[in-house]
């Protein structure tokens, strides 16, 4: 049922609450008249009776003393004798119910009746017209068949503090990936990603855990230098060929690495920000073994000094998209391919994008935590939170926006518009929480569309049945 339907529907049930209202003190003010009437004439006929009994005694005393007596006029004559005076005008007004089926005619007429009622109809009627009794019992009937979705001032807190914590967080564990000098201003790194790619304890892992993996996982898109693609790929040098090679991404490299270990060739962004496919004689293998391949090939490289980048990182090369940054104190922004070459190569790297995680990762633990914890407490079923997730998925989505407007106030206001700053895990995180929030905000209202148009066809056919 369209929006316009629903306030339709809407206009003529508060003027169908207001006429029953109507009604009601119609009926009651007829039962009260009817009962004073009636108490009247039980005293006139009790006064009545009286007078006719002394009328009896007089006239009797008289037929004893021979005085003669008229004959009794009957009760019939005596009435007819009465007038009673008709008014000229009907004493009540019923309201007007039409009943010919025409619903357009109905919400014409509902309109027409509220706004001389001084309904405003930009409002919803119901909520002027019904008791707030009523109001409240149809809420929580409603929520039962739907769940509750409304927020109370704990929810805004919790989302609050949870937006403020990871911006914190991100302030203060996250960083930027390395100590370094940003337009001559110098900025410490973050202590976790430090950690992370510390040289000793990098090699020492990949030797203990990656390096068998090197000579198993050749792949023709490693070349490491502009000359090994026989000039065909520009900027390529062996700090950033990673960056510019799709196939080691760690998502898309599932789809192009793959792709080119099964073809024999490598596909890579060059410095300008196109998009260019190297053949090469490497061999072409099957689905199975290029798949393993792939797997292998991240691994040797995920704790070298360079490391892999973030996942889709390799997109920003794409064109020549110009950019929010400068990276030279002469102020002149440069394009998003130079942002990616700047920001790789300073640190920003898979190691740092799973410290980057510990933001988006503080916003839902605390939010998801807290609305099962509020729903174990109010006894609530998984059915019950089923209905509710359009709750927690505008829950999330306001607390990750407000993560996101963190990490990017940091970046501007903290360390004076490096890139590096950014959370680029955060801002991921804003696709799936927005995308979660439409899926379910369009299932609850196709939900309750559903049992409205059910509610509708029911009063319609039991409408019919009874014309």
């Not at 009622?117 to 068949?145: F, K, M």
Request: aromatic share 8%; proline share 6%.
């Amino acid at each position: 049922m369209s929006s316009d339907q629903l306030s339709a529907a809407a206009t003529v049930v508060a003027y169908q609450a207001v006429t029953l209202t109507e009604l009601r003190g119609l009926f009651d003010q007829v039962e009260f008249d009817l009962k004073d009437v009636l108490e009247r004439e039980l005293r006139v006929s009790d006064t009545l009776d009286s007078v006719e009994s002394e009328f009896d005694a007089v006239r009797a005393r008289l037929q004893a003393m021979g005085v003669p007596v008229p004959a009794q006029q009957s009760q019939s004559i005596a009435a007819a004798t009465v007038s009673v005076e008709t008014p000229r005008y009907p004493r009540y007004t019923v309201p007007i119910v039409p009943t010919d089926g025409d619903f357009d005619q109905l919400v014409r007429l509902a309109e027409a009746r509220l706004d001389l009622l001084g309904i405003d109809l930009t409002r919803d009627p119901l909520q002027q017209v019904l008791p707030p009794g009523q109001i409240a019992r149809s809420l929580r009937s409603y929520t039962e068949e739907h769940g509750d979705v409304s927020w109370d001032k704990t929810d805004w807190t919790v989302v609050l503090v949870a937006g403020a914590l990871a911006t914190l967080l991100d302030v203060i564990l996250v960083r930027i990936p390395q100590d370094s000098t940003f337009l001559g201003k110098q900025q410490t790194g973050s202590p976790l990603t430090k950690w992370l790619q510390e040289r000793d304890r990098a090699k020492n892992i990949h030797n203990h855990f990656f390096k068998r993996f090197e000579k198993l996982a050749k792949v023709p898109y490693d070349a490491p230098t502009t000359k090994a693609t026989e000039g065909l790929v520009s900027g390529m040098r062996p700090d950033t060929h990673r960056l510019q090679s799709l196939g080691h991404d760690p998502t898309l490299g599932f789809l192009v690495g793959v792709a080119d270990i099964m073809r024999g060739t490598g596909t890579y962004i060059d410095k300008a920000g196109k998009l260019i496919q190297v053949p090469t004689n490497a061999t072409p293998i099957d689905l199975i073994n290029a798949l393993i391949t792939q797997v292998r090939h991240l691994l040797s490289d995920v704790y070298t000094p360079a490391g892999l980048q973030p996942p889709f990182f390799s997109l920003l090369q794409l064109g020549q998209i110009n950019s929010p940054f400068a990276l030279s104190p002469c102020g002149i922004k440069v394009p998003w391919t130079d942002v990616a070459r700047y920001m790789y190569t300073n640190g920003y790297d898979l190691r740092h994008f799973f410290t980057m995680g510990i933001t988006p990762g503080v916003v839902s633990a605390i939010i998801r935590g807290y609305w099962l914890l509020k729903s174990y407490a109010a006894g609530g079923t998984a059915a019950q939170r089923k209905l509710e997730q359009a709750k927690l998925t505008s829950m999330l989505l306001l607390g990750h926006t407000i993560a996101t407007s963190g990490t990017l106030l940091k970046t501007g206001l903290l360390f004076g518009m490096n890139p590096a700053a950014l959370n680029y895990n955060q801002i991921l995180a804003m696709a799936p929480a927005t995308i979660a929030w439409f899926k379910e905000a369009i299932a609850r209202d196709h939900r309750i569309n559903q049992a409205l148009e059910k509610q509708w066809e029911l009063l319609l056919t039991e409408s019919e049945g009874q014309s």
